[in-house]
């Protein structure tokens, strides 16, 4: 989503910003003879100490910025369509999007969702998925659980997990004009607003009955 990703470009130099004001502070807050110990690594004054990240060059040969991408790398990982947090990221996360001029960066029919389950990472931590959600007419779901007449738990043909969805006559008629008017994006599955799928929808399905297959979290 091109809002989406205008607004994590807004974070990241909103977190470079950030950093960069906490490093002031912390410079003014340093005892003065530590200032002149460092000074002859950094030519000697004040300002060397607050030098940005040095700026890297394009295939052009072009300066290019890096201080906002490496603000963003320090708290975001990238994972195919989302964006993942260390577990002990989650509550700086949950403040920082919590924040008013945060939440103005993105559109506002825009939520954020943790997904259930976490993915083991090498350094001992685990690391959360986050989903942005876009909210339908008068910021609800477009289709909440009432609909759904019956649900199971299978598997497909190739093994996987597979949950079929059957609803009723409201929820089908919904069910067919959102995937209609959404092929090739996904969907989220939520449940007491953690996301447990977000299965790419790939055709009209009319009938009421649905199966998501796959890596259900």
Do not use: C, H
């Not at 909103?14 to 960069?20: G, I, P, R, V």
């Not at 000697?44 to 906002?68: E, H, I, R, V, Y």
């Not at 007491?192 to 009955?209: C, K, L, M």
């Amino acid at each position: 989503m091109n809002d989406f990703g205008a607004g994590i470009n807004a974070l990241g130099d909103y977190l470079a910003k950030e950093e960069a004001a906490n490093k002031i502070a912390s410079t003014l807050n340093t005892p003065s003879s530590a200032l002149k110990s460092d000074s002859s690594k950094t030519g000697g004054s004040l300002a060397g100490q607050l030098t940005k990240t040095p700026a890297k060059k394009d295939s052009a040969g072009a300066k290019q910025d890096t201080t906002a991408g490496s603000a963003l790398t320090k708290l975001f990982i990238p994972i195919n369509n989302t964006l993942g947090v260390y577990r002990k990221d989650t509550a700086r996360v949950n403040e920082l999007f919590r924040r008013p001029e945060v939440r103005a960066m993105f559109p506002a029919e825009l939520t954020f969702a943790w997904y259930a389950k976490g993915i083991p990472a090498i350094n001992g931590d685990e690391i959360l998925q986050l989903e942005a959600l876009k909210k339908g007419e008068g910021q609800a779901a477009p289709l909440e659980g009432d609909v759904i007449t019956d649900a199971a738990q299978d598997y497909d043909q190739s093994g996987r997990p597979e949950v079929t969805m059957s609803m009723n006559g409201t929820g089908a008629r919904i069910w067919k004009n959102l995937t209609a008017a959404n092929i090739g994006k996904r969907i989220a599955i939520v449940l007491d607003n953690y996301v447990y799928s977000a299965p790419t929808i790939n055709g009209e399905i009319s009938g009421g009955r649905s199966s998501i297959s796959g890596s259900l979290q």
